[in-house]
């Protein structure tokens, strides 16, 4: 079975699977995996490395709207080099203070290839789920999207042409910022929230199905990152990079009408409206942007 096969068949066999983290007693706990070959394009540094693995789980932080406290990783390679592992553990100390978090560890293992397993933790005790979207409420996002997608149109730059300028800008747009105050900040908000590292448009399957509702999006709305213009031939790449290519961690959330003000003002980074949470009526696209039905597709590690 493939990774998405795998994640349902454990969603339905684990209790306190399903969402971005678990939350037990007010702790939050999420761990991820992330490999060479699947997460780091050639010309990714170590340092970047360790912001990105370890800012990954400190997003799921973030979409439960948790404070994050801390974070820890195993850090698996065929050889360790001193500047690289410490490159590593500067990256991920920085990306934990970043969000006033500690990066407290982790392992060493050796392998075939590098690999890196990240585990954040939080505290919280109003979680907001996947679960809450009701039909009327705003659908929004935070900041811009494509990031990711932008940072590997520039690192294959890099590869063809050894333009060392497009190696740097791809390494500094991958070391995203986590939203961890914005996910405190949405807390008195959102009806439910969850990160968009799979893509806009696979977060927006996931909620819907979490949720049991239907979405409607406003493909002028979705705000996409200037940096994915730069990389981009025309506006049809534009949206497939900004909708479908994930990895940009950024939140998705539901709020009522009446609430998309104060969670504008309260959010610390641009909160945009996006779309509406629909009723999903049989026969309507579960997602549909524009009027068309939106691909159930983003990314997928060995893809």
Do not use: K
């Amino acid at each position: 079975m493939d990774e998405r096969a795998a994640l349902q068949m454990l969603d339905e066999t684990l209790s306190q699977a399903g969402d971005d983290a678990a939350v037990v007693d007010g702790q939050v706990v999420t761990t991820d995996m992330l490999h060479d070959t699947t997460d780091f394009p050639d010309g990714t540094t170590r340092y970047t490395a360790g912001w990105r693995a370890v800012g990954a789980s400190l997003s799921d932080v973030a979409a439960m709207g948790a404070e994050a406290t801390s974070a820890v990783a195993v850090y698996a390679s065929p050889e360790f080099d001193e500047s690289e592992l410490m490159d590593f553990v500067s990256g991920a100390s920085d990306v934990c203070e970043s969000v006033d978090a500690a990066y407290v560890g982790g392992d060493l293992d050796q392998h075939v290839e590098f690999t890196v397993a990240t585990t954040a933790l939080g505290e919280t005790d109003e979680p907001v789920l996947r679960s809450g979207a009701e039909p009327g409420d705003a659908v929004c996002v935070t900041g811009e999207l494509g990031r990711s997608a932008a940072g590997f149109r520039y690192f294959q730059r890099w590869q063809d042409d050894g333009d060392e300028s497009a190696l740097d800008r791809a390494n500094d747009l991958f070391q995203f910022p986590p939203r961890v105050a914005a996910g405190q900040a949405l807390v008195p908000h959102a009806s439910s929230m969850m990160d968009s590292s799979d893509g806009l448009a696979r977060s927006c399957h996931q909620l819907t199905e979490a949720s049991e509702v239907g979405l409607a999006l406003d493909g002028d709305a979705v705000p996409v990152d200037s940096a994915v213009h730069d990389v981009a031939a025309d506006e049809a790449t534009v949206r497939e990079l900004a909708w479908y290519f994930g990895e940009d961690f950024e939140l998705v959330c539901t709020v009522p009408e009446h609430a998309v003000e104060d969670a504008r003002a309260d959010c610390p980074v641009p909160l945009s409206v996006v779309g509406e949470v629909t009723d999903g009526d049989d026969g309507d696209p579960a997602v549909s942007i524009d009027g068309e039905a939106l691909s159930d597709r983003g990314f997928t590690h060995g893809e």
